[in-house]
């Protein structure tokens, strides 16, 4: 089943993207292709998978991006940090994670209100 991105993953992936200028257009390109697979929450943060076609231009980099990326997550004390997963130099998985732990079980994260920073909030 498709679904579609929430406001909170537009947000966040093109600031990830924006990390790593080298990559930025190529990942751009295969967002506008992408769509959502699933969004699960974990009790500890969401993981989004996202699917897009392998026939798009891969990046030869990291596996993993998103390391200055963070969000002011409302209902959170220190809000979410996110890990950008590539698989074969695809985006893959988009993980949204509580910085302290704290439960997420409650949080609707198609709702949440959240602000993007760039250093970890509630330090």
């Known amino acids: 089943?498709?679904?579609?991105?929430?406001?909170?993953?537009?947000?966040?992936?093109?600031?990830?993207?924006?990390?790593?200028?080298?990559?930025?257009?190529?990942?751009?390109?295969?967002?506008?292709?992408?769509?959502?697979?699933?969004?699960?929450?974990?009790?500890?943060?969401?993981?989004?998978?996202?699917?897009?076609?392998?026939?798009?231009?891969?990046?030869?980099?990291?596996h993993a991006l998103g390391y200055a990326t963070y969000a002011q997550i409302e209902g959170l004390k220190h809000g979410f940090g996110f890990a950008l997963l590539l698989k074969k130099g695809l985006l893959y998985q988009l993980d949204s994670y509580s910085l302290s732990g704290e439960n997420t079980h409650g949080l609707d994260i198609s709702e949440v209100k959240f602000r993007l920073t760039e250093a970890p909030p509630g330090n």
């Open 1 to 62: 089943m498709v679904i579609g991105f929430i406001s909170l993953e537009l947000a966040v992936l093109p600031a990830i993207f924006d990390e790593t200028p080298e990559f930025v257009e190529r990942l751009q390109r295969q967002f506008s292709k992408a769509v959502v697979l699933e969004r699960q929450n974990t009790g500890l943060g969401f993981l989004t998978t996202i699917s897009v076609s392998d026939d798009l231009d891969a990046i030869q980099g990291p």
